[in-house]
């Protein structure tokens, strides 16, 4: 059953992604619960997400060669496991701090099991099988994308902020168990060696990288975060010098993974995407609870057609690749997200019901479909079995390192569109309010915006003037919500448009693809198999 059946080998590896796709999105759901219970701070409970994000980001290159090492199955059981073990540790803390360093082993555990299923896929299946292969990861992410604030909402509502981790330990246990029945333990045939003082720069140059980008925008890009960014682009080209000396040996980043000009091309694609794709999540999420007013469960819910169109379009767009190849595929989903990002735009309103979405969000759906499944296809389809695994790695880095730019760079936009927009709104509204309360109003609006932004649930931007008659603060405070509802649906929109331009720009760029003939693709070589 394990050599003769890869599909089910396929399905096995996708538990390890659904179990880390889904402890994101659920991550986000309990914040404000985690918050109250742990009594953390804003920049603590951001933490929590960001250590997992930054450990994850700076390892991954590090992890497909271990996995080229000492065997993808191998490095996946260990990920999985340390996962597993930390989510655990996550769910039993009672501080701040307990729980970002369980967080930061978390994703290490996802690091390494991250790489790994495509080293595994590419001697499993050959190459005009792949598309149809991939296709099951873009299932597994509907489902996960679909489950997780859903799942999450009804956990932190009936039970407690603890149980979104408790719930990846039986996911856990479970991808152990399968993995070590079903998945074969392939290895190619010569040794490799782990580059040490690669690994040391390379972790160095991205972690100060990573962590700058995410925390840019608290810090109003200062001096810290320019030279971390200029340091980090200093130790990365040290990095490249000292690749470019090993080739020979045995280098953290093979320089052969670029002579096909495919794969250079997809990796700068892979980050727009993620650019893309934060662009989309982080400010229409706000909106939605913010403006709308939505629960968190409703504003997950706004997200089921997408999710649901990415999940049953993904076989289907499997298959054409393998039919026609995923040039214009690829380029078909990266037209088709922006498109529908740029729907959103063109509907979304202070008073705009949630059902209006769903056109975009199919749309979106259905461009996420087909982007994802050729996209992996392309890069990896002429990558050698030894590299798959640094192959995988460097693909995956660059794709978290896109959703950290996606994230600073959204932010950027929408803080900066956003206290312009509270003082313009101020400013034109305040005619309607009585003439001693006007002064008071505009400056709390410019008080706001030039001290940092509360866009929570329920929040206005500003407080109402001290000291004003009821009837008249009653007024101020109608008028401040019309303020910033109007001020944030302008800046969202801006927001939007940035990361959907962005898309449109990587549809282009995908006319550098080549797009070979059927008859040039040749079965990939048959790695040893090694039994465990």
């Not at 090492?69 to 009672?94: E, H, K, M, Q, W």
């Not at 000292?242 to 953290?252: A, W």
């Not at 959703?403 to 309607?432: F, T, Y």
């Amino acid at each position: 059953m394990r050599r003769d059946n890869p599909f089910a080998a396929l399905t096995v590896l996708s538990l390890g992604l659904f179990m880390t796709l889904l402890d994101v999105t659920i991550v986000n759901v309990a914040i404000p619960q985690l918050l109250d219970s742990l009594n953390a701070s804003v920049d603590q409970a951001l933490w929590v997400i960001n250590a997992y994000v930054l450990v994850l980001g700076v390892f991954l290159i590090t992890a497909g060669r271990l996995g080229d090492i000492y065997g993808p199955r191998n490095v996946f059981l260990v990920g999985t496991a340390l996962f597993t073990l930390a989510s655990i540790a996550c769910g039993l803390s009672d501080s701040p701090a307990t729980l970002i360093a369980a967080r930061a082993i978390q994703g290490f555990g996802a690091a390494l099991l991250t790489p790994q299923p495509l080293a595994i896929v590419l001697p499993l299946f050959p190459p005009e099988k792949r598309g149809s292969a991939f296709a099951i990861n873009g299932v597994v992410a509907g489902l996960a994308a679909v489950a997780g604030p859903t799942l999450g909402g009804l956990i932190v509502t009936q039970w407690d902020w603890r149980g979104i981790f408790f719930v990846n330990v039986p996911f856990g246990i479970l991808s152990i168990a399968l993995t070590l029945w079903i998945v074969p333990d392939l290895r190619p045939g010569r040794r490799h060696r782990l580059d040490i003082s690669g690994v040391v720069v390379a972790s160095i140059a991205l972690t100060a990288i990573t962590f700058a980008l995410i925390e840019g925008q608290r810090y109003d890009w200062d001096w810290r975060i320019w030279a971390l960014l200029v340091g980090g682009a200093l130790l990365l080209a040290a990095f490249v010098w000292m690749q470019r000396r090993k080739q020979d040996g045995e280098p953290l980043v093979p320089f052969a993974l670029f002579r096909d000009r495919n794969y250079s091309v997809i990796l700068a694609v892979a980050a727009a995407v993620h650019v893309g794709m934060a662009g989309l999540f982080l400010p229409f999420t706000i909106y939605l609870q913010s403006v709308l007013g939505l629960s968190a469960l409703q504003a997950g819910l706004v997200y089921v057609p997408f999710s649901l169109m990415s999940m049953f379009a993904s076989p289907v767009s499997g298959r054409l690749t393998d039919r026609i190849g995923g040039k214009y595929i690829l380029m078909t989903g990266l037209t088709l997200f922006a498109v529908g990002m740029l729907l959103l735009v063109a509907i979304a309103g202070v008073d705009t019901s949630r059902w209006t979405f769903v056109p975009g969000m199919i749309l979106g759906g259905l461009g996420t479909a087909c982007i994802f499944v050729p996209m992996i296809t392309i890069a990896m389809g002429r990558v050698p079995p030894h590299l798959a695994g640094a192959g995988s790695g460097l693909l995956n880095t660059t794709r978290q390192l896109g959703g950290a730019v996606g994230g600073a760079l959204v932010g950027a936009v929408l803080q900066n569109r956003l206290a312009v927009s509270l003082r313009d709104e101020a400013a034109a509204r305040a005619s309607e309010l009585p003439a001693q309360a006007r002064p008071g109003f505009v400056h709390g609006f410019d008080a706001a915006a030039g001290g940092g932004l509360e866009v929570g649930a329920g929040q206005t931007g500003a407080k109402p003037p001290a000291g004003l008659p009821e009837e008249v603060a009653h007024r101020v405070a109608i008028v401040a919500r019309e303020v910033f509802d109007f001020a944030f649906v302008s800046a969202m929109k801006w927001s939007l448009v940035v990361p959907a331009a962005i898309m449109l720009a990587a549809a282009l760029t995908c006319f550098a693809l080549r797009q070979p003939p059927r008859r040039e693709v040749e079965p990939a070589p048959q790695p040893e198999a090694v039994t465990a």
